[in-house]
């Protein structure tokens, strides 16, 4: 059996400062915000290590989420922690701890069922690891992947500009791709990444909304706009799902669909800031998406103007 979508990347414990409070051990890691988004649309295949600190609990939620657990590696130790603490204005945040734990040295391990998938997404770890499950999968028909500064400014680079040519698109915000071309204008920036090999650039700007960039054309989104922003983490994850949850779906990769995509990405994201973690995330129904989805396009609905 193939899956429709494989998502790589890491199962968290995160502790959480923002100015509405925190939260201790929370679930969350990359594959686990992109697989809840993502199950909305598709069951999602999941690659990914934790410890033996995982409780069943936390595993219940992964198989809700996903097709099963043969992806997922329990291995001696304990589950990647981080914590971090958000300024006021939720735009910055600063890092308490990062400990990796056994995501120190997780080597991903694809299940040959999962080896053939429609689409796939690299969340964010090792470029060189990006590559390795690259090298192993087949038959893909997007490839989509995630990055951050620490790979494009560091050792890494020249890992994560071989890896560019193979992707199909290329999903980060816009302060890594003004270090990854050396341009300060997104709209510069977003073709400049294109050269270098994915036809789809997708640069997130927070709560700014993002720009797309698929073949020639440019497609700009604004975020939901929120009164009751809770905890920002997660939400670029959780876009990610979305969207390739609603392209795997669809089965079209156009430029319609793509954009479609990012709206549905966006609303997913707005949900998720609502609360710690993945909280909000679980509990969303989709009565609530829809009506997410009316509010927005009342917020997004240009008249048309007589310029005569």
């Not at 999941?46 to 600190?53: I, M, N, R």
């Not at 979305?242 to 707005?270: C, H, N, P, Q, W």
Request: proline content about 6%.
């Amino acid at each position: 059996m193939n899956t429709e979508l494989l998502v790589v990347g890491s199962v968290a414990f995160d502790t959480i400062h923002t100015p509405t409070g925190k939260a201790d051990d929370a679930l969350g890691g990359s594959a686990t915000y992109f697989s809840i988004a993502a199950s909305h649309f598709v069951t999602p295949s999941l690659v990914a290590v934790v410890g033996t600190d995982f409780g069943p609990e936390h595993m219940n939620v992964l198989e809700k989420h996903t097709t099963d657990m043969k992806g997922l590696e329990i291995a001696e130790g304990e589950t990647f922690r981080w914590g971090g603490r958000y300024l006021p204005d939720m735009a910055g945040r600063e890092t308490l701890f990062t400990h990796l734990n056994v995501f120190e040295s997780f080597v991903p391990k694809v299940p040959e069922e999962y080896c053939s998938p429609k689409t796939l997404f690299l969340a964010n770890i090792d470029p060189v690891l990006q590559t390795q499950v690259l090298d192993h999968v087949k038959q893909t028909e997007f490839v989509a992947c995630d990055t951050m500064n620490f790979w494009i400014e560091g050792p890494r680079r020249e890992a994560i500009l071989g890896l560019l040519p193979r992707l199909s698109c290329l999903i980060i915000n816009d302060e890594e791709s003004m270090l990854l071309t050396g341009l300060t204008n997104p709209i510069e920036a977003g073709p400049a990444i294109q050269k270098m090999g994915p036809n789809t650039v997708i640069i997130k700007k927070g709560p700014h909304g993002l720009i797309l960039f698929h073949e020639d054309d440019i497609f700009a989104l604004p975020a939901v706009p929120l009164s009751n922003v809770v905890d920002p983490t997660g939400a670029g994850d959780t876009f990610a799902g979305g969207f390739m949850g609603y392209i795997t779906a669809k089965g079209s990769f156009d430029g319609e669909t793509l954009r479609a995509a990012t709206i549905v990405g966006t609303l997913m994201a707005s949900f998720c800031v609502q609360g710690f973690g993945i909280e909000r995330l679980v509990a969303m129904t989709p009565a609530e998406l829809k009506e997410q989805y009316s509010r927005f396009l009342t917020c997004t609905t240009q008249p048309e103007i007589d310029l005569a």
